[in-house]
């Protein structure tokens, strides 16, 4: 499974927006996100019933996720999750202290 989501913000500031979804993730889900260097971070979890397993890198204003396919009936699910967090985490209108931790 792959997801491709275009962001408009700096490198780093995309980061520091992708550290705080990785301690709500950890947090809520107990999914753990571990950067592997600056532009690439693993994840480890589940949402719900899905297991959620992968890599996001990050860099020429595009996070790319890719992680192991849940299969058919669970992918629509998993895609729109992380598609809506990037979406949240990302957006340049929300603040960066506004964005939830847990």
Same mark, same amino acid.
């Given at each position: 499974m792959e997801i491709d989501f275009q962001y408009v913000l700096s490198d780093q500031e995309a980061r520091a927006r992708l550290d705080v979804l990785g301690q709500y993730l950890m947090n809520k889900h107990g999914i753990k996100v571990t950067w592997v260097d600056e532009k690439r971070a693993r994840f480890s979890g589940k949402y719900l019933l899905v297991k959620i397993e992968g890599e996001l890198s990050l860099g020429s204003s595009h996070a790319v996720f890719k992680g192991e396919d849940p299969g058919f009936l669970l992918r629509g699910r998993a895609k729109d999750y992380i598609?809506? $967090? &990037? %979406?949240k985490y990302l957006?340049? $209108?929300? %603040? &960066? %202290?506004d964005l939830p931790k847990d």
């Open positions: 598609q809506s $967090k &990037l %979406a957006d340049p $209108k929300i %603040a &960066l %202290a």
